[in-house]
C-alpha cells in the first residue's frame, strides 16, 4: 500500500466532494495562490494542509497539481473511481461512477487499516465499490505486481464479479495498458473463468466461499456478501462458515496484508459479527498496544440505509425517502426490510417485544438487583424464580441464568434478581440455585428439565429446602387443557411456542406495563440491558418463536419465572400425593415461622452485603461468619463506595458495622468517611438508602 503524504492525504476527500479543482481558487473574493506558487515559497506541510482544508486548492493547469495526479490516483481508491471507472449513463450518473459519503469514508478506511469489516444496505454502491473498483485500482494502481482473491458465496457470484472487471478493463480507454499484449489472454491461466493476469503482472482470482484455496498467500483479499439465508435459522452452517473464514482465508494473509469483509447481517452471531467482538483478540493481546493490533482486529462500521437516529439518508442519489418506502413494501415484512437495509438481523417493529415495550413509564426504578426476601415481603410482594440451565460448562456454550421477580399486590412484576454465567460446573449451579433460594425465599423455582437437565431439579430438592417444580418446553401444542397446570404439580410441560402460555404469552404483560426494571447500579443496568436486548431479539419467525441473537437464556428464564407467577406456588412435599393447596398469586404473603437454615459463611456474606446495599440494618449473620468474612467484606464495600464518591452509601456501610462490632463485642478503628462521631465512626440517619428505595418513594403506593 502506497502510503499518502500529508498533502496528497488531504487531497483526494476534497477532490471528490467538488468532483475537479475549481480553476480559479478564491476565498473571500481574493485569489489563492496555486500550490506550486507555495512550494516554491517554501510553505510547509502543515501551511500547505491548512490550505487545503480551505478549499484552496489548484486548478488542474497547475503543474504541481499535474505531477500530484497520478499520486493521487494510486492513493485514493474512491477518487480512481470516480475519475477512471465508467457508470451508467443516465441521471444522476452521467456515465461515472457516483460516489455518496460512505464511499469517502470507505476510501479513508482502506488507506489506513488492514482488517475490514462492513455492513451496509443492499444497493448502495458497497459491492460496487469494494468488488469492482477496489480489485481493479488495488491490481492496476496502487500494488503493481500483485495478487489477490475476490471471494462471494458461490463462485458463480465470484465469477460475476470478475467477469464485470475483465469488460471494464477491455473497453475502458484509461484502463488499456492494464490488458495483456496481443493474444497472450487467450492462454491458459492468464484470462480464464476464475482468474485474470494483468500486464504488469497482477493477478485477480475468483472463488466461491468455501472452496480449497490452502497454498495461496495473497496480498489483498474482498470477501462480499459470503453469507446466505442458511446462516439465519442453522447454528451448524453459522459455524461451519466462521470456521472456513478463520482457517482458510484468513489464516493465508498475512497481517500487514490487507482483509475486507463486506456484507448485510442475517445473524447476530454469524461471520460478521464474531469479527466484529474484539473482546476475546484484546484479552489475549494484553498489553499489546492497539496499532500493533491492526492486522488482527477488525476496524468494523455498519451502514445502514437510513440513520436511525438524525435520519439522514445514506445515498439520497439512489435512494430517496419514496424509493426506501417503496423498497420496503416490495419486501413485505419488516424483518426483510431490516436485514436488508437497516443492516439489522431483526427490526424493533418485527420484534415480538419492540424497544418501546421497555421504556414506558414508571416501568425503570432506581433500585437494584439483588435486594433480599425480607425487603420485598414487607412491600408485600411474592418471589418467583426460573433457572435456564447450561448443560455445558465450555466457554462456548449457553449461558445458566436465575431469573427472579417479586410480584406485588397489583400484579406489578419487579424484576428483583438476574443472575447470568457462562461455563460454570454441575455442583456450582447447584449452588447457586440454593443461594438464590436462601436469598429470595421464592414461593417456587422452576428449572429446566428437558432430557437430561432434570438431575438439576431432583439434586436441588434432595439437598435444599427450595420449592422447585420441573419445567419442560417441549409441551404439547395448540390448547392445553386446564388440568395441566395445577398448582400443586411437580412439574409442568408448557410449548415455548403456545400463544397463550409460551414465550409470547410474555408480551400481555409488557403492554400492560406490568414489569418494573431495576436501573439503580451499574450492575443492575448492564444486566437487565442483556435481558432487554435478547428479548428484542425474539421474533415469530414460520410460526415459531426464534431468536437471531446468539443467546436466549434470559429470556427463556424470564418466561419460566412468569409461568411460575401465573401458576401460583405451594408447599410441595415432594411424595406421589401431595395434597392440592390452592394459592392466591395476589395474597398478601405471611412471614414464614421457620428457622432458616444455618448459613455457610459464603451466604451470609451475600445477604450481609444485599442487606447493607438496601440501607435497613437486618443484616442476618453469626458471631462466627461476622469476624470470619462478613465485617471485612462490608468494609470492603464501604471503601469501594468512597472511592466512587458514593458517600452515602460508605457512611451506611461504616454505620452497620459499627451496630455489629458492638452486638458482638468487636473492638478497631475504622477509617472515617465523611462527618464523623465522636466515637470515630460516621454519623448518619436512618434512611433506607440509593439501593432500596419504598414502593412509597417510587409512586407505587
Not at 473463468?193 to 472452496?211: E, P, Y
Not at 419445567?471 to 387443557?481: A, D, L, V, Y
Not at 406495563?513 to 436501573?519: A, D, G, L, S, V
Not at 464495600?637 to 452497620?656: I, M, P, V
Request: hydrophobic share 40%; net charge negative; aromatic share 8%.
Amino acid at each position: 500500500m502506497i502510503p499518502r503524504t500529508p498533502v496528497l492525504g488531504k487531497l483526494p476527500t476534497l477532490l471528490l466532494r467538488n468532483v475537479k479543482p475549481p480553476p480559479t481558487p478564491v476565498i473571500d473574493g481574493t485569489p489563492v495562490r496555486t500550490v506550486s506558487s507555495m512550494l516554491d515559497h517554501g510553505f510547509t506541510d502543515e501551511e500547505l494542509e491548512a490550505v487545503v482544508e480551505l478549499a484552496s486548492v489548484a486548478p488542474e493547469s497547475d503543474p504541481a497539481w499535474s505531477a500530484a495526479y497520478p499520486e493521487v490516483l494510486k492513493s485514493s481508491c474512491a477518487y480512481f473511481a470516480s475519475e477512471v471507472l465508467r457508470g451508467p449513463s443516465k441521471e444522476p450518473y452521467n456515465g461515472k461512477f457516483l460516489l455518496g459519503r460512505h464511499h469517502i469514508e470507505w476510501d479513508e478506511l482502506i488507506a489506513t487499516q488492514q482488517r475490514i469489516n462492513i455492513l451496509a444496505a443492499r444497493d448502495h454502491g458497497k459491492s460496487y465499490f469494494f468488488t469492482f473498483a477496489y480489485p481493479i485500482w488495488k491490481a492496476g494502481f496502487n500494488a503493481p505486481g500483485s495478487e489477490g482473491y475476490i471471494f462471494s458465496a458461490t463462485e458463480d457470484q465470484a465469477v460475476a464479479f470478475l467477469t464485470m472487471i475483465k469488460e471494464e478493463i477491455e473497453k475502458n480507454q484509461k484502463l488499456q495498458h492494464l490488458l495483456p499484449i496481443g493474444t497472450v489472454r487467450s492462454k491458459p491461466g492468464i484470462w480464464s473463468r476464475t482468474q485474470i493476469t494483468l500486464r504488469n503482472g497482477s493477478v485477480i482470482k475468483a472463488r466461491g466461499f468455501g472452496t480449497k484455496v490452502r497454498g495461496g498467500h495473497p496480498d489483498w483479499v474482498i470477501c462480499d456478501d459470503v453469507l446466505n439465508d442458511d446462516d439465519i435459522y442453522s447454528d451448524l452452517i453459522r459455524q461451519r462458515n466462521i470456521d472456513y473464514f478463520l482457517s482458510a482465508i484468513s489464516g493465508m494473509v498475512h497481517p500487514t496484508d490487507q482483509l475486507i469483509v463486506v456484507g448485510t447481517p442475517m445473524h447476530e452471531m454469524d461471520l460478521y459479527g464474531v469479527l466484529a467482538n474484539t473482546e476475546q483478540v484484546l484479552k489475549i493481546a494484553g498489553d499489546v498496544s492497539k496499532e500493533d493490533l491492526q492486522g488482527y482486529v477488525y476496524e468494523c462500521r455498519k451502514y445502514p440505509c437510513k440513520d436511525p437516529e438524525t435520519g439522514e439518508l445514506l445515498f439520497p442519489e439512489r435512494y430517496d425517502e419514496k424509493a426506501l418506502k417503496l423498497k420496503r413494501i416490495e419486501l413485505k415484512t419488516a424483518a426483510r426490510f431490516a436485514r436488508e437495509f437497516l443492516c439489522e438481523p431483526l427490526s424493533d417493529e418485527a420484534s415480538l417485544f419492540p424497544a418501546k415495550l421497555f421504556r414506558q413509564d414508571g416501568m425503570r426504578q432506581p433500585y437494584v438487583l439483588g435486594l433480599p426476601a425480607g425487603y420485598w415481603e414487607k412491600q408485600g410482594c411474592l418471589r418467583y424464580t426460573g433457572v435456564d440451565i447450561a448443560l455445558s460448562a465450555e466457554t462456548g456454550a449457553d449461558y445458566f441464568v436465575i431469573f427472579t421477580v417479586a410480584v406485588d399486590p397489583r400484579g406489578n412484576r419487579w424484576l428483583a434478581n438476574l443472575i447470568r454465567h457462562k461455563g460454570l460446573a454441575f455442583h456450582e449451579q447447584i449452588e447457586l440455585i440454593k443461594e438464590e433460594n436462601l436469598l429470595m425465599r421464592p414461593e417456587i423455582i422452576h428449572i429446566e428439565a428437558n432430557q437430561a437437565q432434570r438431575v438439576w431439579t431432583d439434586e436441588v430438592a434432595r439437598t435444599s429446602d427450595a420449592q422447585v417444580r420441573r419445567f419442560f418446553t417441549t409441551g404439547i401444542g395448540g390448547r392445553q387443557p386446564d388440568n395441566a397446570w395445577k398448582k400443586g404439580a411437580t412439574q409442568v410441560a408448557v410449548n415455548k411456542h403456545h400463544i397463550d402460555r409460551g414465550v409470547p404469552a410474555l408480551r400481555l404483560s409488557l403492554e400492560h406495563n406490568k414489569w418494573k426494571i431495576p436501573r439503580g447500579d451499574d450492575n443492575s443496568i448492564e444486566q437487565t440491558n442483556v435481558w432487554i436486548k435478547e428479548m428484542g431479539c425474539i421474533g415469530w419467525i414460520d410460526g415459531k418463536v426464534q431468536t437471531v441473537a446468539g443467546h436466549d437464556d434470559t429470556v427463556m428464564a424470564c418466561w419460566m419465572c412468569d409461568t411460575a407467577v401465573r401458576m401460583g406456588g405451594v408447599d410441595l412435599s415432594y411424595i406421589d400425593h401431595e395434597d392440592e393447596q390452592s394459592k392466591d398469586v395476589l395474597a398478601s404473603p405471611v412471614v414464614s415461622t421457620k428457622e432458616m437454615p444455618e448459613h455457610d459463611f459464603l451466604v451470609a456474606e451475600r445477604r450481609a452485603l444485599a442487606a447493607v446495599q438496601q440501607g435497613r440494618r437486618v443484616v442476618d449473620v453469626t458471631a462466627d461468619a461476622y469476624e470470619s468474612r462478613v465485617r471485612a467484606a462490608i468494609k470492603a464495600y464501604a471503601s469501594d463506595s468512597y472511592d466512587q464518591d458514593e458517600y452515602a452509601r460508605a457512611a451506611r456501610a461504616l454505620q452497620e458495622i459499627k451496630r455489629l462490632d458492638a452486638a458482638f463485642g468487636v473492638r478497631s478503628a475504622d477509617f472515617p468517611v465523611g462527618n464523623e462521631g465522636s466515637d470515630g465512626y460516621v454519623e448518619s440517619d436512618d434512611s433506607q438508602g440509593e439501593g432500596a428505595p419504598s414502593f412509597e418513594d417510587l409512586g407505587v403506593i
